[in-house]
Each structure stands twice: as structure tokens, then as C-alpha cells.
């Protein structure tokens, strides 16, 4: 079992690269010159989101706002302990039903082992977004694919800008359909499985999420990214998180590796290994 996981995420990972290679060329042969506003773009006229962009933001450990407590390691002292942190959805709260909610505490109390995170699983959407590290938007002409691909885990996703057809099979990172509002990219994201978790929190979702996730430039270094959450088998209304996203300026910002599929082997498969036979 772990030989095949690990031969697919390295299959996964080298088709995104190429990819990102095929895609960046795309984009360096249709980005017209800077306009005087900052915000660069595409020869046909569209926003140019390409480039490596990261949220600077605690909601990976919480959506909601939170106070900074001790982390789950004492022995770490404060390398691990929690931040705190202002929210990051509308009104500060996540519309959950009574049943549902019962079910986010039981979860977060237990996150240590039951948050995906920890077993290095896709992060899903829009958790991949506000996550601790960048990812990369590969943007073409506005009729072709936009390819985002995230540090954590190796993820990817490609926003189809020209389908109308609906996701072959439920996935982590759902499948995404994108259109052009103006200089706001819109991506509508079904066929998720409802595995993924949208924090540390315990904050979880099912088969149902319907997410509308939209980036509007706010700046040539600056996006808003929105994202409105639908789920009504747990939720007793949609609800909105906001949180800009930051250009890396760095000069030589890019993508580092980072399969973590290696450091929870242990973890996750640990108990199949068979103990040696006593001597005695």
C-alpha cells in the first residue's frame, strides 16, 4: 500500500510539473505590457493572477477568532504552542446546525488524530488556500486552464475556464469550473469527497460542500480572496471567509517539496508492521 501511494504521488507530481513548465510559457507569451494601475495582464485583456502568492493569517489553526493557547506538545513549550488570531469568516461565526456542532467539538477535541492534516492528506478547498505556505497560480489566455498548485502535500488543481461538465468522480480538492467577472476570477468547486477539514479546529465538511471562491486584485501585489461555503447537511446557511493574499517578492521565490507522505508512514501504517518473534 505504501509503495503505491507513493509511486502515485510521485506520477501526480512530475505531471505537474511538466504542467506548470507547459503553462508558464503560456503565460510569459501572453502577458501584455504593466498598465499604469500596477495590476498586469493577459494580451486578451484579463487580470494576470500568475505568480507565487501566500496568506499571512492564523486560520489554518482557526477560521473563527481565537486565543493563543498551550500546543499539544508540552515538552515544545512555545515552538508549537497555538497563536491566536482574529477570524477571518464573516460575523465570526459558522452556522452549523445543533447536530453538526456537536460533532465539530467532538472533532476538535481530537484533532491531534483526526485532522487530515496530520496525515498528510490533500488540504482541499479553501483550507489549501490560508494554509502556512505558498502556492502558485499559472495563468494563460483567458480561455485556457488555470493551474494552481500548493507546497503542502504536492496538491494541485486545474480551474477549467471552458467546461460545463461536472466532476467524473468526488477528490479532495474537488473539481473547479472558472469564469471571468470582470478582473474578479470566480471558481465554483464541487465533487469534493468531505474528507478535508477547513482548520485545526474540527471545522469539517461533507459530500454536499459547495464552495464559490473568487480572487480580485487589489493591487499588483495584493489579492482578495473570498470564498462562500454551502453545506446544507451541516449548515443552516452559506457563509463567507475573506482573507488577502500576498505577492512573494522574494527573489528567488518559488515552490519548495515538500511530500510529507514520508513523515507520517510511521503514524499511519506503523501498526501493520509485524513485531520480531521472541528468543526466549
Same mark, same amino acid.
Given at each position: 500500500m505504501r509503495s503505491w501511494l507513493v509511486h502515485n504521488r510521485t506520477m501526480v507530481s512530475a505531471a505537474v510539473v511538466v504542467t506548470v513548465a507547459v503553462l508558464a510559457i503560456a503565460s510569459a507569451l501572453t502577458t501584455a505590457q504593466t498598465p499604469a494601475d500596477g495590476v498586469r495582464?493577459? @494580451?486578451d485583456g484579463h487580470v494576470d493572477l500568475s505568480g507565487i502568492w501566500q496568506a499571512n493569517t492564523t486560520a489554518n489553526w482557526d477560521v473563527l477568532t481565537h486565543q493563543a493557547r498551550q500546543g499539544p506538545v508540552t515538552a515544545l513549550g512555545a515552538a508549537f504552542s497555538i497563536p491566536g488570531g482574529v477570524g &477571518?469568516?464573516? %460575523?465570526?461565526? &459558522?452556522p452549523y446546525t445543533p447536530e @453538526?456542532?456537536?460533532r465539530k467539538q467532538q472533532l476538535a477535541a481530537s484533532w491531534v488524530t483526526t485532522d487530515p492534516e496530520?496525515?498528510?492528506y490533500l488540504p482541499g478547498v479553501p483550507r489549501a488556500t490560508y494554509m502556512p505556505y505558498p502556492f502558485q497560480i499559472v495563468q494563460g489566455a483567458a480561455s485556457n486552464d488555470i493551474l494552481i498548485t500548493y #507546497? /503542502? @502535500?504536492s496538491a494541485s488543481r486545474i480551474v477549467r475556464m471552458s467546461t460545463t461538465a461536472d466532476s467524473p468522480v468526488d477528490a479532495w480538492m474537488g473539481w473547479s469550473k472558472g469564469r471571468w467577472d470582470g478582473d474578479t476570477l470566480v471558481v465554483d468547486v464541487t465533487g469534493f469527497n468531505g474528507e478535508a477539514? /477547513?482548520?485545526r479546529a474540527g471545522d469539517f465538511q461533507t459530500t454536499s460542500l459547495h464552495v464559490v471562491e473568487r480572487y480580485t486584485p487589489? %493591487?499588483?501585489d495584493v489579492l482578495l480572496y473570498e470564498a462562500t461555503i454551502d453545506d446544507p447537511q451541516i449548515y443552516t446557511r452559506p457563509w463567507t471567509l475573506r482573507v488577502p493574499l500576498y505577492r512573494r517578492l522574494d527573489a528567488n521565490a518559488q515552490l519548495v517539496e515538500y511530500k510529507c507522505v514520508e513523515f507520517v #508512514? #510511521?503514524?499511519m501504517y506503523g501498526h501493520l508492521v509485524k513485531s520480531p518473534k521472541s528468543t526466549r
Open positions: 495582464r493577459t @494580451a &477571518i469568516v464573516d %460575523g465570526d461565526t &459558522i @453538526a456542532l456537536a496530520i496525515k498528510c #507546497e /503542502f @502535500a477539514w /477547513f482548520d487589489k %493591487g499588483p #508512514e #510511521e503514524l
